[in-house]
């Protein structure tokens, strides 16, 4: 099993820059790709952005795509996610997510094995 660990959320206002963090722990040498998910209150669990195993491959929504950057850091079982020019759209608990078998960066929720509890980001306008 594995477990993922969100961290680094929290308040700031438009135009302003957050970075994320998610650890994972137990049996890592599972994990290939890492992916970043965020809910807003009342809306679907929506895809942000997904990196390969080596991290030469990423995937970003539209809507944050040229703002926020996924990378990671095998040798600490960590991923990141830059988040810079917020916006108050972007309010929403930000979702770590893993894949356990060889895959390609995905959108799809469907494809990722163990989620985070999740960490609260708001901006304000």
């Known amino acids: 099993q594995v477990q993922l660990v969100e961290s680094g959320g929290g308040l700031v206002q438009a135009g302003g820059s957050l970075r994320l963090s998610c650890t994972a722990s137990?049996?890592?040498?599972?994990?290939?790709?890492m992916g970043w998910f965020r809910q807003a209150p009342g809306k679907e669990r929506e895809f942000v952005a997904a990196?390969?195993?080596?991290?030469?491959?990423?995937v970003y929504a539209d809507s944050v795509r040229g703002r926020f950057t996924i990378s990671r850091d095998n040798a600490q079982n960590t991923a990141y996610l830059e988040m810079n020019g917020l916006k108050p759209e972007d309010t929403a608990v930000y979702f770590c997510?893993?894949?356990?078998?060889?895959?390609?960066?995905?959108?799809?929720?469907?494809?990722?094995?163990?989620w985070g509890q999740g960490t609260q980001v708001t901006v304000s306008s």
């Open positions: 990196i390969s195993q080596l991290g030469s491959t990423t």
């Open positions: 997510a893993a894949v356990q078998k060889p895959w390609l960066p995905t959108k799809s929720r469907n494809d990722y094995d163990y």
């Open positions: 137990g049996r890592t040498v599972a994990i290939d790709v």
